[in-house]
């Protein structure tokens, strides 16, 4: 049982950065991996990039490839999406999870995730 808190969205112009921070809570026994996720208005939920510890895999939405950097530090249960040249389709509510896995395409979230709060991010001028 883990809980996440997501924060750093704001409202922004394109080509600004913004840093979002994911921190963990309760039970991190099982938290080898992160991913984040968005949900536009009018669509559905996308994966955006994740990160899996136990091999340092990493995937990012060819889209976000180049702009955008997931990190986590394990010894404050954060995790980070560095968000650099921000556009409008970037706009989105943006969550994290640990529960999370791999393909080999991409990455997805498992869908029985109970998703939290988010952060939105506006980019608009």
């Known amino acids: 049982q883990v809980q996440f808190v997501e924060s750093g969205g704001a409202l922004v112009e394109p080509g600004d950065s913004l840093r979002l921070s994911c921190v963990a809570s309760g039970s991190t026994l099982d938290v080898s991996s992160i991913g984040w996720f968005r949900q536009g208005p009018g669509k559905a939920r996308e994966e955006v990039a994740c990160?899996?510890?136990?091999?340092?895999?990493?995937y990012y939405r060819e889209s976000v490839k180049g702009r955008f950097t997931i990190s986590r530090d394990n010894a404050k249960n954060t995790a980070f999406l560095l968000m650099n040249d921000l556009r409008p389709e970037d706009t989105a509510i943006y969550y994290c999870?640990?529960?999370?896995?791999?393909?080999?395409?991409?990455?997805?979230?498992?869908?029985?995730?109970?998703w939290g709060q988010g952060t939105q991010v506006i980019v608009s001028s």
């Open positions: 999870t640990s529960a999370i896995g791999f393909s080999p395409s991409g990455c997805y979230a498992d869908p029985s995730e109970s």
């Open positions: 990160l899996r510890s136990g091999d340092g895999r990493i």
